[in-house]
Each structure stands twice: as structure tokens, then as C-alpha cells.
């Protein structure tokens, strides 16, 4: 696995990031992640199988976007999971190291719902894509780079919350092939647009107006 334990236990709350507004299309083509911050690095440190190198992640209005880098463009399987209330002592601990306590994940695009102390608790999401929050994946090969799309709009089925009902949460992309790998634990806040010059300025107009009105 790419960390000592102990250095996992450092690492814990440390990799809190504001989030990137960014709308990506899932097509194999990355040239939109040119400018995107990279949140974990480490890559060559699982050696003649799936090594996590790059993550970079952003998000718009609808979609959760991840895009993750491969050094030996092994990239099957690649889970991510997500630790949707920011808790570890709740959801499923991945390796059982207490980097997070994840309730949502995907193995590929492929989604599923974890418990506290169960992988796999069998009760599922709905929403985008297909019906069962599926994510959008550029590849489903052995490829150097690839991306996803996850609805923001996904509920478990269990309650019918909404797995992204918190706007700050943790993610944890990771595989189970040959000695493991892991990324940091990242604590990502998804990111709200930027308006444009020309909205401020008629924001700023009309509340010019209403000063005026009051006086």
C-alpha cells in the first residue's frame, strides 16, 4: 500500500481543498484539466499493477468530476469512495486504516453503498446515470489517464438523502489490485460559479437603486 501507517495518521485533515468549477466532458480528451489543481500525488509505488498517481477533481451544478493519472497505465480496478458526512467512526473503513468511513463507491463506474463495517450493504443509489448513480467513465481499458462524472443529484436508497447533501466531504480513490494503493484522503467543498463581470456589475446597479429608494 503507497503509506505507512503512520504517515497516513499524519496525513489525516490534511489535504482540505476549496473545490474547482469546472465542466469536463468524459470523453477520453483532457485538455479541460490543464489548469486543475492536483490533489494527490504519489504515484509509482505499486509496481507491475494499478498505481493511483495524479487526482485531480472538479465539480459544476450537476456533475462530480475525477480525473486520475496511471504511471504503468494499468488502471483496472479503480475504486472511488466517498465519505459523505466527513466521519470516520461512521461508513465503511477502506483497509481498515481510518483514512475515511466511506457510505457511496464505485469500482470502475459501477456503483454501490457501504455501512459501518460492510463493503457492501447491498441497498444501492438511484439517479444518474442509469437509473442507480452510476458514474460516467472516459474508459473502461487499462489507459494512462482516465475520468469520471458522478450526478450530484444521486440518493442512497436507503433514506432517500442525497449523497452529496453536505457540500464538503471526503474522497478516497484507491485500488485492491496487487499490494493495494491508495490517494490521500482528500477533503474536497464543492465549488459554486464564478459570476461573470457583467452580472456583478448589474448586481452592483441594482443595489445602487434600492439605496437610492431608502433615502
Known amino acids: 500500500m503507497k503509506k505507512s501507517l503512520c504517515l497516513i495518521a499524519a496525513l489525516l485533515g ?8 469546472l465542466t469536463a466532458t468524459v470523453d477520453g480528451s483532457f485538455a479541460e484539466w490543464a489548469g486543475v489543481p492536483v490533489l494527490s500525488a504519489d504515484g509509482g509505488d505499486n509496481a507491475g499493477s494499478v498505481d493511483i498517481g495524479n487526482v485531480q477533481i472538479a465539480n459544476d451544478d450537476n456533475f462530480l468530476y475525477i480525473s486520475v493519472t496511471y504511471p504503468n497505465t494499468l488502471s483496472a480496478p479503480t475504486f472511488i469512495s466517498i465519505d459523505s458526512d466527513s466521519n470516520t467512526a461512521t461508513g465503511f473503513d ?33 439517479g444518474d446515470f442509469f437509473g442507480s448513480g452510476a458514474a460516467l ?7 494512462a ?8 443529484d444521486i ?3 436507503e433514506d432517500g438523502s442525497n449523497v452529496f447533501d453536505d457540500p464538503d466531504f471526503d474522497i478516497l480513490i ?5 499490494a493495494g494503493d491508495v490517494s490521500d484522503p482528500i477533503s474536497y467543498t464543492l465549488a459554486t460559479a464564478i459570476p461573470e463581470p457583467s452580472s456583478i456589475a448589474l448586481l452592483g446597479l441594482a443595489s445602487l437603486g434600492l439605496m437610492r429608494r431608502r433615502r
Open 14 to 21: 490534511s489535504n482540505a481543498q476549496a473545490g474547482t468549477f
Open 94 to 126: 477502506i483497509f481498515s486504516v481510518g483514512l475515511v468511513g466511506v457510505e457511496a463507491s464505485w469500482q470502475n463506474d459501477f456503483p454501490f453503498t457501504n455501512g459501518t463495517g460492510a463493503f457492501n450493504n447491498g441497498l444501492g443509489m438511484s
Open 137 to 143: 467513465i472516459s474508459s473502461s481499458g487499462d489507459v
Open 145 to 152: 489517464q482516465k475520468e469520471w462524472a458522478i450526478s450530484l
Open 155 to 157: 440518493t442512497f436508497n
Open 174 to 178: 484507491w485500488t485492491d489490485a496487487g
